[in-house]
């Protein structure tokens, strides 16, 4: 079984541009997350997908992060414009549905977002 | 406000001793818990999980005990062997949560041979 695929790996920008990470999960999987995970703490949920749909993007910064998961597979997740705090690796996780509950994610190896 | 939280940035342990990995929450809401193990540069692997319908649950040498009364959960790892040095992360999750798990801070885990 192939895993959750992110690009890029490493991305260097410098204040107020703009970024954009991809994120393919797992085959089959409904559930799609983004996290954002700043040095030395846990992973924080950004948005969840439930197929097409969001079903939490209640920590998400709207006024400068996006996201999207067209025709329910792919996701993108954007920042524009980016400030420091913005420093981070960005996990994407999916998982499948059991009954009414979502099973343990698979994570990517994640985007780390450096910004200058 | 840290509802899961793991107040153990970092712990040492002798290669075939015991590690003990502690978690605590606040919310009575959650009712289910997984561990996860982070090596660097790459995203968390699932490592074990427990309902809060059990006291415990066991897979080969890693073994989860929640205590619910207390809002504790420990993670044991029998014998220690330097592979599972690493990152672990104590998640939890309930339905009032929209499903979605809140992550705790991580304790960084160190096997000395």
């Known amino acids: 079984e192939a895993g959750v695929a992110q690009s890029p790996r490493y991305k260097i920008i410098e204040k107020r541009q703009s970024v954009a990470f991809w994120c393919n999960p797992i085959s089959g999987h409904a559930t799609l997350y983004w996290y954002q995970q700043i040095l030395g703490q846990g992973p924080k949920l950004l948005i969840q997908?439930?197929?097409?749909?969001?079903?939490?993007d209640s920590q998400l910064p709207k006024d400068r992060f996006s996201a999207e998961r067209l025709k329910g597979v792919d996701s993108t997740l954007k920042i524009q414009p980016a400030k420091l705090e913005d420093s981070a690796v960005y996990l994407c996780?999916?998982?499948?549905?059991?009954?009414?509950?979502?099973?343990?994610?698979?994570f990517g190896d994640g985007t780390r977002l450096s910004i200058l | 406000d840290q509802q899961v939280k793991q107040n153990s940035p970092s712990l040492s342990v002798q290669e075939g001793r015991i590690s003990i990995l502690n978690c605590d929450y606040t919310n009575s809401m959650f009712d289910y818990f997984l561990w996860y193990k982070k090596y660097p540069a790459e995203g968390p692997t699932f490592l074990i999980s427990i309902s809060s319908i059990k006291d415990k649950n066991e897979d080969g040498r890693f073994t989860v005990f929640l205590n619910k009364s207390a809002k504790h959960l420990s993670l044991h790892i029998v014998p220690s062997q330097p592979g599972d040095s690493a990152v672990y992360f104590c998640a939890a999750s309930g339905d009032n949560y929209g499903q979605n798990f809140v992550f705790g801070p991580g304790t960084r885990l160190s096997v000395l041979p």
């Open positions: 997908f439930q197929n097409n749909g969001v079903v939490d």
């Open positions: 996780a999916s998982s499948c549905v059991t009954g009414t509950r979502n099973q343990p994610q698979h």
